[in-house]
């Protein structure tokens, strides 16, 4: 087991590693003051009340320098890398890091960067940013997890209660968003948001466009069978072919392994032919191990029939459920 010395030291060491403006020099830390004036900045801004994107940007524009890191960065001052100087507020201010190694608890004690004002500001700003809903509004989001852009992102969804321009909503309402803050890196075509029910409507009305045309979902799942299985086939021929040149060099081996012994070629043009065969037999298994066989389908010799009585029986569903909400917008209207 390492002893508390030990540990303390391990920690010195990876705390490095592990935070912003601090470096080891021996057995100390000591501030990097070129990399701590720029955290004290930075929650100078937050206490301001300068958004994330605007402190990201003036630090960009000021080439405020980020502490090293052992892979590339691909985003400059990330949001990300912000935000994780800011919940190290406490540590900044206190000069303390604790660290838990195998069931015990240790404390590093460092030379604060903030002062305690800084810190008493920055905890009553963030507690005034946290926002609570009046009422939990819950949503149904019809093809949360399914939307992607080209960035390329999956698509989250969350409420709104903002137009464009910042104009407050009369009704909260939903939206689906993309997860990609950096404008830099973001696609020129990604719309960046999109109304839930406008984005629901569409793909609910092609799910509709479909239910009354099963023909052609039918026709369609034909073509995509028969791709299918064709792509299956040459898949199977193509590996089979391959084995078969492989058994062929395995003979071919064999043969000339036999020659040699009984004296009708020399060691040398077995040695030569044999090394031919080996770089032949290493380049065809490099191409069997490409062959990506597909998996067979299901032999079902009636599925488009319990295919199109699938979609007649969403047909009815769809139908019953546009009924229903008929009926309920008619009592409201006789109510009011």
């Not at 069931?103 to 609570?132: A, D, H, L, W």
């Not at 969804?157 to 973001?186: D, F, I, L, M």
């Not at 004296?263 to 030569?272: A, N, P, Q, R, V």
Request: with cysteine; charged share 30%; hydrophobic share 30%.
């Amino acid at each position: 087991m390492l002893g508390a010395c030990s540990i303390a030291r391990y920690f010195q060491h990876s705390l490095v590693n592990l935070w912003v403006s601090y470096h080891r020099i021996g057995d100390k830390i000591k501030i990097v003051e070129e990399e701590a004036k720029w955290v004290r900045q930075i929650f100078e801004w937050y206490n301001k009340r300068v958004s994330l994107k605007e402190i990201r940007r003036r630090l960009i524009q000021a080439g405020a320098p980020q502490k090293g890191s052992s892979r590339p960065r691909k985003i400059e001052w990330a949001i990300s890398s912000i935000q994780g100087i800011l919940k190290s507020a406490y540590n900044y201010a206190y000069g303390v890091k604790t660290y838990t190694r195998a069931g015990e608890t240790f404390e590093i004690q460092i030379e604060p960067i903030i002062t305690m004002e800084t810190y008493n500001r920055f905890v009553e700003v963030r507690e005034s940013n946290r926002s609570y809903p009046s009422r939990n509004v819950k949503r149904d989001y019809l093809i949360g997890g399914l939307m992607y852009c080209q960035c390329p992102r999956k698509w989250s969804a969350r409420g709104s209660s903002y137009r464009k321009g910042a104009k407050r909503r009369p009704q909260p309402t939903g939206v689906y968003y993309c997860g990609q803050r950096h404008k830099e890196v973001r696609h020129p075509d990604c719309p960046k948001t999109i109304g839930s029910k406008k984005a629901d409507d569409y793909v609910w009305s092609k799910v509709a466009e479909v239910l009354d045309q099963p023909d052609v979902l039918i026709s369609q799942a034909r073509k995509h069978v028969q791709e299918w299985q064709t792509r299956f086939e040459m898949s199977l021929d193509q590996r089979d072919k391959l084995q078969n040149e492989l058994d062929q060099l395995l003979v071919e081996r064999q043969w000339i392994i036999t020659q040699a012994r009984k004296g009708k070629i020399t060691e040398e043009d077995m040695d030569y032919q044999i090394g031919t065969i080996s770089m032949q037999e290493q380049y065809l298994k490099q191409e069997l191990a490409g062959v990506q066989v597909l998996d067979a389908l299901p032999d079902i010799n009636n599925w488009e029939e319990l295919a199109l009585e699938h979609l007649m029986n969403l047909q009815t569903g769809l139908d019953s459920s546009s009924h229903d909400a008929i009926s309920e917008e008619d009592k409201k209207s006789n109510f009011s």
